[in-house]
């Protein structure tokens, strides 16, 4: 009996300083994937000159040659938080959004404080939104992008910062409100990051 509850013990001590790595991990894999984004981001993929000269054609006068590309790395970072909150700590996602103002000559945390408030509104509903289905959970999360977009410009107006031209900001919303599904995808299926059902526990038997 004694050696059957000394290797349970054993066992679980492994598991839990399994966890810490396993959390490491994923925080590992976050930061390849965002980079990997803000470096696809960096290249000469797109001329935004011509629609911010006023270029004529396609939807709001946008060609596809100027169309914007989604923000990726917002949609990953949502729907990380709707699924695995606890894989990914605000201090990482502040960090991160803060370079990457500093990379693209944003102004320095303001994007990354409406982002880090986001997340912190998702994850502090974290229990509540696992319940729901990917529509409910789309809609919620289009309405929070549609929040972010408002604030951000709302903020930079305050601050009298230049703002990039309504259109263009704007599409590149729709871009970023519709790509979410396909990033939802690549989580679910190909990373195998999904949200743990209403009462699961992990092997140490505390609630995901």
């Known amino acids: 009996m004694w050696s059957c509850r000394k290797g349970r013990i054993s066992k679980a001590r492994l598991m839990s300083n399994r966890r810490p790595a396993r959390k490491a991990l994923y925080v590992a894999l976050f930061l390849g994937l965002a980079a990997l984004v803000t470096f696809l981001r960096l290249l000469p993929m797109q001329d935004y000159g011509a629609a911010a000269s006023g270029s004529t054609g396609g939807l709001f006068g946008l060609s596809a040659r100027d169309w914007p590309a989604p923000d990726f790395l917002l949609c990953l970072t949502l729907a990380w938080i709707v699924r695995r909150p606890d894989l990914l700590p605000a201090p990482v996602i502040a960090a991160y959004f803060l370079f990457e103002d500093l990379l693209l000559l944003r102004p320095p945390g303001l994007w990354a404080l409406v982002v880090l408030l986001a997340t912190e509104f998702l994850r502090t509903r ?83």
Request: no cysteine; proline share 5%.
């Open 126 to 208: 974290a229990g509540l939104l696992r319940g729901f289905g990917f529509w409910l959970e789309y809609a919620i999360v289009f309405g929070l992008m549609l929040t972010m977009f408002l604030a951000n410009r709302a903020l930079l107006a305050i601050v009298m910062m230049p703002n990039a031209p309504l259109d263009l900001s704007f599409a590149q919303f729709l871009g970023t409100v519709l790509a979410y599904p396909a990033v939802v995808v690549v989580l679910h299926y190909v990373l195998k990051l999904r949200k743990p059902a209403t009462g699961e526990v992990d092997v140490l038997g505390q609630k995901l």
